[in-house]
């Protein structure tokens, strides 16, 4: 037990790895046996952190982080092998490690390269736990290009068969492989940036360990390579902003996640729209709003004009596809923005209560987000798998055939759509609550995006569950084509998420303590 | 602290219902409607409860029923959310409690529950009718494909309604009106494979959106000047009020208490189908009648009213009986021209249940007028009194379709409209329960004198506009009220008065007592709601029975508002119009053929009316389309697609360029050679390296894991050490 308890953050972060080894040494080809062992491993790392989630409140705090962990790795530039988490990066680990068995679970019906599918989601899991856990900076950024690789691959190798795309000049290139090597680069390009400034934070400040910088750099005044330092943390402060804004996606730089999140398969877009787009708006709130406290403020309406901007332009476009997954893609890109503009309030106004709402609204969206993006992804992939479509113009009055599958399609969309009692509601208000006072214009502007949010949600259960029935799919039982409600694997893939929309829209207090405990402490 | 107990519970037993239903009994239909009938029972018997309970209570008002408890934790405090009852929400508990409970029981009845199932149903479409078993040939009403479904529904808009009224804040306020929000989606869209209720559905719930992003605007406005939500602390506080009504807001020369009061307004334009909002609810009719009457009448369009009733202090705070607030101006405005405006739509309509829709829009303009020159106490009386006459007119109408509905089974003629009225005439004698029922329904609604309810409500709103020398909202409403009568009594007369015109009024039918009970139990409300509110100095009985509601309801406000004096003038504007309006319909109805009389005299008016004024067709073309357009075209295919993109793949191409020229330019003639040499070694090693190189991913896969695992144990064996 006491090994436990003094590894606990090593222990959830290399489960996974440790596990996707196991799933890759497996003997035999047996497919089934395979997922199985995936799916009991990735309940693991779920086990470790409601460990955690138990023992957070008596653990010791150090410069508000617990159950840190801290050994030699680079001693030659000052990087240590640190871990610590605080009700920020807890609540992050938690919806990683709830939706990744949940994801191995939604590929059961994967039957192509399944040991390699497998390990990869697993080694995705510790890569993104890693960011979350990281307390030095070249850690951080190490899991962070880490998450990158699996996921390229995911996409790449199993994402949607078919379709290309134009690119220039005629040249056309798979859709999916397209869409892979733009997530890829994107975010990579965005990495440049972030790693020369974390090299530019290392050099200067002598040490990588975020404890130490959150002291020394936001504190560091006088010059710095011959330039006046507000200047080179302007510089710095930008570089780190577009790589965490390229993740997110803030607009304008959110055109690779419809591509990836369209051709990615179920689980991928599951994984990618519920965890990887919090990673960016996680490296703001631990890294851009504490190290740069006055560059955040200084652009912060900046940061939420474009939040504004991903609200308004992300749900026009959403409301504008026929093509179901696009649409829930685009539908990330509306949801994210009320993330980054209570992350904007709380960067301009930070101390404030209502910067604290506000940003206590962003991080539990992040969660709310996760849990409904991902119900959402799956039921798309669901009925995907069923009509081998994902044109909402060849649907129509399923709610016949799949009544199942309707309901739950309609209280997912409802706790996307941000219906109150279901969790979306809680935290937009928050956020709504929290920016108004600071953002009163962009808060009032974003109501049309919220609107629109309505749109294409009802636009979704409308051409898919409702009018009169598309008599393709009238097939009687035994015959081709025809097909079943909703699973139970499918049900038990459901049912977590289902049970969380309702529970945090009844009663989020459980969780929005720990995270409301947390930005007490990061933002005063 | 009982009471309060019971108060937490009034919402919880049709939640239950509701996952009961949709969990467990869904597949037995009568298990189902028992759950659901008796969940709406015993939150009713909870609502009597507490009513009586507030009724014992002396100055109710400054000792109301109040309990909460934390519910996020935020910075150093808390949001706390709870409930409390006091005289306005426990006069609003009363007439849902009852509405409810009778929509609950006549539903069984209107879904044909014990009948056999049609041949030709499908899920999502209104029952088709079955064979008779034991007269072949014949063709009964056949039950609902998704009977159980519809009762869960309903129980959870029950749920949200009751929500709503017991709230102690606006928070929750919001919660139980969105819910009720996406209920009303479901059940307009309840015969979903049907495109007009589909588009219907959305419709509502798009239009309800828009006055509810506002609102959402105003609660977080009104949290962040407060810091509170809740009613008690914000609106009997004279503190804050006033600290809000002489505070500026951002928006030129309003207070925040008007921007506040403004945006919450516009919550309500929205969900009680205010114009310019008003598009959604006739379009509401695609859901089935008992849904008609629970949007209409217990719930929804009510909660709208509930709200700004609730809200009144805060829209009214700086108004000293002189001038009215910015907000309070809006509200006359806005109240006034819908009253008349929907009114006039009324007059052209043919389906029965459009009229009513149209007058429910007028009758909620009347009570938001109504707010808006002050008068609290007449445009909750008038919410009470209307709540029961319509519930009772919108079931008392579903009745008749119902009957009608036998006929055209009867005849086998479906495409005769049994929604009609001038399809109908003389059901009189088919339906005669239904005809007396709905003949009270529509007296009150017409403001019959002194018999029924809605005469003393809509009396005491004129008296009230007269004597505060309001004169224009007296004249508009006046107006409204003499057309009013002139619908209502068009109604009458094309549906039960007369000859039937077709061969189906003929073989109509009265309904099963689940149903005409319902119809009976709010006609006797219909009728005595109003006797609470008789004005005191009423010629000849004023005074006989005490003006009680005026008393309770006052205690609900800090300052108690004083009543109206007598006066000769309104009282005989709204005995002429309400007669006036009834005479002059029955006349030019009574012997009405298939074609409206009015239809002649009007001209191209009447077709305008007929067309609703055209505001479907406008709202399409100007924002509908538009928007559209704007997501399609610009949005994504221009800003996201040229433009976004198009950088993107110019930044690709060029990097690509780049990649080119040093290929051609630096890498061939310089690196080339050395790198020849050095090729010759990768081949040798690459050779060995084949081995590794199965092109499988998992062999990579594996190979990668080890080296990471590799520099883990080599770092854990440093720890070690």
Known sequence: ????????????????????????????????????????????????????????????????????EQHVWFPAINASYHLGIDGLSLSMVLLTVILTPLAILASFNVDDKVKAYMALFLALETGMLGVFLSLDLLLFFVFWEIGLVPMYFLIDQWGSKGGERQLWNGIKMPSRRYAAFKFMVYTMAGSLGLLAAIQMLGVVSGSFDLLALYQSWPALTGTLFGYEIGTVKAVAFWAFAVAFAIKVPIWPFHTWLPDAHTEAP????????????????????????????????????????????????????????????????????????????????????????SANIAVNGAVLQMFNHGISAAAMFFMVGI????????????????????????????????????????????????????????????????????????????????????GPLNEKWRVAEGQAGHFEDVTRRELLVLSPLVVLMLWLGIWPAWLLDVINQAMLKIFG | MTTEILIWLIPLPPLLAFFLILLFTRRNNALSHTVGVAAAAISWLLGMLVFMAALGVDHFGEHVFASAINWLPLADGFLSIGVMIDPLSAIVLFFVNWTVLMIFIYSIGYHNFGQPKGDHDHPGLPPHGAKDAKHPGHTVPSVEPMYARFFAFIALFAFGMYTLVVSDNLLTLFVGWEIMGLCSYLLIGFWYAKPSARDAAMKAFMTTRIGDVFMLLGIVALYAATGTLNFRDILY???????????????????????????????????????????????????????????????????????????FPLISAGWHHGELT???????????????????????????????????????????????????????????????????????????????EHGVLHTGDHKVDPQDMFNMGGLKDKMPITFWTFLIGGLALSGFPLLTSGFWSKDEILADAFAHGHFAVFIVLALAALLTAFYTMRQITLTFLGKPRTKEAEHASENVPAMTVPLVVLSVFAVAAGWVGIPEHFPLIGGLLPNWFHHFLGGALLEHPSAVDFNWIPLIVSLVVALGGLGLGYLVYRNAGQTDPLRKALGPVYTLLENKYYFDELYQRIFVKPAQAFSENFSYRFLDGVVIDGLLHRAARGAM?????????????????????????????????????????????????????????????????
């Open chain 2, 237 to 311: 506080n004279a503190e804050v009020l006033d600290m809000l009504a002489h505070s500026p807001s951002f928006i030129g020369g309003l207070s925040l208490a008007g921007l506040i009061s403004i945006l919450l307004f516009i919550g309500t334009v929205g969900k009680s189908a205010q114009w310019p909002l008003h598009v959604w609810l006739p379009d509401a009719m695609e859901g089935p009648t008992p849904v008609s009457a629970m949007i209409h009448a217990a719930t929804m369009v009510s909660a709208g009213i509930y709200m700004v009733l609730r809200m």
């Open chain 1, 383 to 466: 009925i995907y798998e069923r009509t081998h479509t994902r044109n909402l113009e060849e649907w129509g009055g399923l709610f016949a055939i799949v009544p199942v599958f309707g309901a739950l399609l309609i209280l997912s969309s409802m706790a996307s759509l941000g219906l109150p009692g279901l969790n979306g509601f809680v935290s937009e208000f928050l956020v709504v609550r929290g920016t108004w006072p600071i953002f009163t214009f962009y808060t009032a502007l974003s109501m049309l995006g919220l609107l629109f949010t309505g749109a294409y949600i009802l636009k979704g259960i409308a051409k898919t569950l409702h």
């Open chain 2, 657 to 721: 360029g780049l990649g080119l020229i040093f290929r051609n330019k630096f890498e061939g003639p310089v690196i080339d050679y050395a790198a020849d040499l050095l090729a010759r070694i990768t081949q040798a090693v690459g050779r060995l390296l084949r081995i590794l190189q199965t092109g499988q991913v998992q062999q990579y896969l594996l190979w990668v894991a080890l080296v990471v695992f590799g520099g883990f144990f080599y770092y854990l064996l440093n720890i070690l050490q």
């Open chain 1, 266 to 353: 179920t689980a991928g877009s599951m994984i990618l729209a519920g965890v990887l787009l919090k990673l960016g708006a996680y490296g703001f709130l631990r890294l851009v709003l504490p190290l740069y406290p006055e560059q955040a403020q200084q652009y912060a309406p900046v940061l939420a004009a474009l939040a504004t901007a991903a609200i308004i332009f992300g749900a026009f476009s959403a409301f504008a596809q026929t093509d179901f997954k696009r649409l829930v893609a685009y539908s990330s890109v509306n949801h994210m923005g009320f993330v980054v503009l209570g992350i904007a309030a709380a960067a301009f106004a930070a101390g404030t209560e």
């Open chain 2, 326 to 404: 910015t907000a309070m101006t809006i509200m006359a405005f806005i109240g006034a021209f819908t009253a008349l405006f929907a009114a006039t739509i009324a007059v052209a309509q043919r389906d029965i249940k459009r009229v009513l829709a149209y007058s429910t829009i007028s009758q909620l303009g009347y009570m938001i007028a109504a707010l808006g020159i002050g008068a609290y106490v007449a445009a909750a009386f008038h919410l009470v009194t209307h709540a029961f006459f319509k519930a009772l007119l919108f079931l008392g109408s579903g009745s008749v379709i119902h009957g009608v």
């Open chain 1, 1 to 68: 037990m006491d090994f436990i308890n003094q590894n606990i953050l090593s222990l959830i972060l290399f489960s996974p790895l440790l596990a996707a080894l196991v799933v890759l040494l497996l003997p035999g080809q047996n497919k089934d046996l395979t997922r199985r062992v995936a799916f009991a491993l990735s309940l693991v790392p779920l086990v470790f952190t409601l460990i955690a989630w138990f023992g957070f409140g008596a653990a010791p705090e150090v410069d508000g982080f617990r159950m840190q």
